[in-house]
Protein backbone atom coordinates (compact mmCIF):
# COMPACT_ATOMS: atom_id res chain seq x y z
CA UNK A 1 0.00 0.00 0.00
CA UNK A 2 2.85 2.31 0.89
CA UNK A 3 4.66 1.63 -2.14
CA UNK A 4 1.65 2.07 -4.56
CA UNK A 5 1.14 5.60 -2.50
CA UNK A 6 4.68 6.87 -3.38
CA UNK A 7 4.58 5.92 -6.47
CA UNK A 8 1.31 7.70 -6.87
CA UNK A 9 2.96 10.83 -5.64
CA UNK A 10 5.93 10.71 -7.56
CA UNK A 11 3.90 10.31 -10.54
CA UNK A 12 1.43 13.66 -9.97
CA UNK A 13 4.96 15.17 -9.25
CA UNK A 14 5.94 14.35 -12.63
CA UNK A 15 2.96 15.52 -14.10
CA UNK A 16 3.00 19.02 -12.92
CA UNK A 17 6.88 19.63 -13.08
CA UNK A 18 7.64 18.74 -16.54
CA UNK A 19 5.37 21.38 -18.27
CA UNK A 20 6.38 23.95 -15.56
CA UNK A 21 10.37 23.18 -16.32
CA UNK A 22 9.53 23.79 -20.19
CA UNK A 23 7.93 26.59 -19.64
CA UNK A 24 10.67 27.96 -17.59
CA UNK A 25 13.57 27.12 -20.27
CA UNK A 26 14.35 23.74 -18.93
CA UNK A 27 14.17 21.83 -21.40
CA UNK A 28 15.41 22.80 -25.13
CA UNK A 29 13.80 25.41 -27.49
CA UNK A 30 12.46 23.79 -30.50
CA UNK A 31 12.93 25.84 -34.22
CA UNK A 32 10.15 27.57 -34.35
CA UNK A 33 11.18 29.37 -30.70
CA UNK A 34 14.59 30.42 -31.94
CA UNK A 35 15.37 33.68 -33.44
CA UNK A 36 16.35 33.43 -37.24
CA UNK A 37 19.03 35.96 -38.88
CA UNK A 38 20.79 35.92 -42.03
CA UNK A 39 24.34 36.97 -42.39
CA UNK A 40 27.24 36.03 -44.84
CA UNK A 41 29.69 32.98 -45.00
CA UNK A 42 33.21 35.24 -44.67
CA UNK A 43 35.37 31.73 -44.08
CA UNK A 44 35.38 28.07 -44.59
CA UNK A 45 38.39 26.00 -43.41
CA UNK A 46 38.80 22.07 -42.56
CA UNK A 47 41.45 20.90 -41.24
CA UNK A 48 43.45 17.03 -40.67
CA UNK A 49 45.73 16.12 -37.84
CA UNK A 50 49.12 15.25 -39.30
CA UNK A 51 49.05 11.51 -37.52
CA UNK A 52 45.67 9.74 -37.09
CA UNK A 53 45.97 7.42 -33.99
CA UNK A 54 43.27 4.47 -34.42
CA UNK A 55 43.08 1.06 -34.85
CA UNK A 56 42.25 -0.94 -38.65
CA UNK A 57 41.19 -4.12 -38.14
CA UNK A 58 39.44 -6.53 -40.80
CA UNK A 59 35.13 -5.94 -40.70
CA UNK A 60 33.34 -8.92 -39.32
CA UNK A 61 32.67 -11.88 -41.92
CA UNK A 62 36.64 -10.87 -43.67
CA UNK A 63 37.49 -9.18 -46.23
CA UNK A 64 40.27 -6.19 -46.71
CA UNK A 65 41.34 -4.21 -43.73
CA UNK A 66 39.97 -0.64 -43.63
CA UNK A 67 41.81 2.45 -42.54
CA UNK A 68 41.25 4.66 -39.28
CA UNK A 69 38.50 7.22 -40.01
CA UNK A 70 40.24 10.23 -40.02
CA UNK A 71 38.63 13.37 -38.24
CA UNK A 72 38.26 16.33 -39.96
CA UNK A 73 37.52 19.60 -38.01
CA UNK A 74 35.52 22.33 -39.70
CA UNK A 75 35.58 25.93 -38.64
CA UNK A 76 33.65 28.51 -40.03
CA UNK A 77 32.61 32.19 -39.77
CA UNK A 78 29.88 34.25 -40.09
CA UNK A 79 29.12 37.99 -40.67
CA UNK A 80 26.11 40.03 -40.15
CA UNK A 81 26.35 44.19 -40.38
CA UNK A 82 27.06 44.40 -36.54
CA UNK A 83 28.69 41.01 -35.25
CA UNK A 84 31.10 38.42 -36.20
CA UNK A 85 30.86 35.06 -35.56
CA UNK A 86 34.24 32.11 -35.07
CA UNK A 87 32.34 28.46 -35.32
CA UNK A 88 33.24 24.90 -35.04
CA UNK A 89 31.65 22.02 -36.15
CA UNK A 90 31.19 19.16 -32.89
CA UNK A 91 34.13 16.13 -32.91
CA UNK A 92 32.99 14.10 -34.14
CA UNK A 93 31.57 15.52 -36.58
CA UNK A 94 27.60 14.87 -37.97
CA UNK A 95 27.05 12.62 -40.64
CA UNK A 96 26.51 15.40 -43.21
CA UNK A 97 28.33 18.47 -43.08
CA UNK A 98 27.18 22.19 -43.20
CA UNK A 99 27.11 23.14 -47.17
CA UNK A 100 28.84 26.75 -46.76
CA UNK A 101 30.19 28.57 -49.90
CA UNK A 102 32.16 31.48 -48.81
CA UNK A 103 30.22 34.62 -49.85
CA UNK A 104 26.74 33.07 -49.98
CA UNK A 105 24.25 34.25 -47.15
CA UNK A 106 23.51 31.78 -44.55
CA UNK A 107 20.09 31.53 -42.02
CA UNK A 108 21.22 31.34 -38.59
CA UNK A 109 20.03 31.47 -34.65
CA UNK A 110 22.24 32.15 -32.33
CA UNK A 111 21.35 30.26 -28.14
CA UNK A 112 24.41 31.43 -26.07
CA UNK A 113 27.63 28.86 -27.11
CA UNK A 114 25.28 27.64 -29.49
CA UNK A 115 24.74 28.41 -33.07
CA UNK A 116 21.88 26.61 -35.23
CA UNK A 117 22.38 27.07 -38.84
CA UNK A 118 19.96 26.31 -41.16
CA UNK A 119 20.50 24.72 -44.91
CA UNK A 120 18.24 25.82 -47.91
CA UNK A 121 16.23 22.29 -47.14
CA UNK A 122 15.46 23.40 -43.44
CA UNK A 123 17.89 20.96 -41.95
CA UNK A 124 19.60 22.41 -39.02
CA UNK A 125 23.61 21.93 -37.97
CA UNK A 126 24.21 22.85 -34.58
CA UNK A 127 28.05 24.42 -34.38
CA UNK A 128 29.60 25.93 -31.27
CA UNK A 129 30.83 29.13 -30.90
CA UNK A 130 34.59 29.93 -30.75
CA UNK A 131 34.53 33.62 -30.68
CA UNK A 132 31.81 36.16 -31.32
CA UNK A 133 32.37 39.46 -31.31
CA UNK A 134 30.81 43.24 -32.46
CA UNK A 135 31.91 44.92 -35.70
CA UNK A 136 33.00 48.38 -34.95
CA UNK A 137 31.18 50.77 -37.46
CA UNK A 138 33.03 53.75 -38.91
Known amino acids: MMRRLVWTACAMAALILVPGASAIGGLPMRAADRTWQTGKWIEV ?4 PR ?7 RPFGGGAPQDARVTEYRTYVIETDDLRLELREPVPPPQRAVDALVGLSVTFAIEKKIVYVRDEDGTEHRLDVTRQSKKRRP
Do not use: N, P
Not at 45 to 48: D, E, L, M, S, W
Not at 51 to 57: A, E, K, N
Open 51 to 57: VTIGLSG
Open 45 to 48: KVTR
